[in-house]
């Protein structure tokens, strides 16, 4: 016998993922998930957009990694509350470990929530968190030909970071190139040169995700400042 | 490698429902997945012949439809299939489209023996 099902395969976390967007919704939090391969600089690229926005707007970090939490207490160190999620072995955050996080932090007290993903540009694609935007970090060591390697990753993202373009004269990154297969894959997606531990194109993408919190915030009719 | 935990989603889902129907077996699950998600076909069935003995979809068949990518574009209403790259409108050559299809990650159907019919599901 035939029974149709007609669902969702991830469901469970589709469900998540929607309750935890309306609980953000609800008090006018941005939330980042951040994307990127391991040592790509998230963590960095977070403490540097930390240091930029945290006059203006209050901050908070998940940390999603495999083991360990020497990343969340790094962000600690910088006055942010942070928490850590260890999946164990898991190639992904899904979004009721998110939950669980968010739990643990005054979601009333928080403008922009970042999530750090685990490093990996495959499996985090497929997964609803709940946020606002997925955010890809490219570092330039690991070539201009990642996105046709990693499509799916970069026609997602709604902003995609360049970072250590410190290092584009040791490197033979062809930043044209780069750009060219980034619109064919996401044609309206911007691209922001960074170097995050040298400080250089953080104000760029800061205020891109400066404008991304104002307008979560007037949607929940918040004041801006 | 998530293909295990999408794998356990469609055994979760699948047991669920040939449970409440009292199946005593599932023979085949049908299984729609877009072709703009990062799902692999041959973990999908490593991870389904790894994580299904001992269920009641141990034996079973599963059948994963292929969905292409598949877009409207915004200009001109114009709907055209596409795969990962220069999703670009065929008519008005515009980058501005809306993706239709092609992210599905969907348990269409499962087919399952009952108790008074086990003996005819298994000699069809």
Redesign the interface.
């Known amino acids: 016998m035939k029974v149709d099902l007609s669902k969702p395969i991830l469901d469970r976390n589709e469900r998540f993922a929607a309750e935890n967007r309306a609980l953000f919704d609800e008090h006018g939090v941005f939330v980042l998930d951040l994307l990127a391969s391991p040592g790509a600089g998230k963590t960095s690229t977070i403490l540097a957009t930390i240091a930029v926005l945290r006059d203006r707007y209050r901050i908070a970090v998940i940390e999603g990694d495999i083991a360990s939490d020497v990343d969340a207490q790094k962000i600690k160190e910088h006055g942010v509350p942070a928490v850590q999620i260890n999946t164990g072995g898991a190639c992904h955050l899904e979004s009721d470990m998110i939950r669980r996080a968010v739990d643990t932090l005054e979601i009333a007290e928080i403008d922009l929530l970042i999530i750090e993903n685990v490093g990996n540009l495959v499996c985090p694609t497929d997964f609803d968190l709940g946020e606002h935007a997925k955010v890809m970090i490219l570092s330039v060591p690991e070539g201009h030909d990642k996105p046709y390697k990693y499509p799916n990753i970069f026609a997602r993202a709604e902003a995609v970071i360049l970072n250590k373009y410190d290092t584009m004269p040791v490197f033979d990154f062809d930043e044209d190139e780069f750009r060219e297969v980034v619109r064919r894959l996401n044609a309206t997606v911007p691209v922001f040169p960074m170097a995050a531990t040298k400080d250089q194109g953080v104000a760029e993408w800061a205020e891109w995700l400066a404008a991304r919190i104002e307008s979560q915030r007037a949607r929940a009719d918040i004041p801006t400042d | ?2 293909e295990m ?2 794998v356990s ?2 055994l979760t ?2 047991v669920e ?2 449970a409440r ?1 009292n ?1 005593t077996r599932i023979n085949e699950i049908r ?1 729609r997945v877009g072709e ?4 692999v076909d041959d973990a999908l069935h490593f991870a389904f012949e790894a994580l299904s003995p001992g269920t009641l979809a141990e034996g079973a068949t599963l059948v994963v439809e292929r969905v292409p990518g598949r877009s409207r574009c915004v200009e001109c209403g114009t709907t055209f299939n596409h795969g ?5 409108c065929p008519s008005c050559k515009n ?2 489209c809306e993706l239709v299809e092609g992210r599905e ?10 108790p008074d ?1 086990t003996e005819a599901g298994e000699t069809s």
């Not at chain 2, 703009?36 to 799902?39: A, C, D, G, R, Y």
């Not at chain 2, 990650?105 to 009952?114: A, K, N, V």
């Open positions: 490698m998530h935990g999408i989603g469609i889902a699948s429902t040939a129907e199946a299984i703009l998600t990062e799902i990962r790259f220069d999703v670009e980058y501005f990650l969907e348990i269409e159907s499962i087919d399952i023996d009952l019919e």
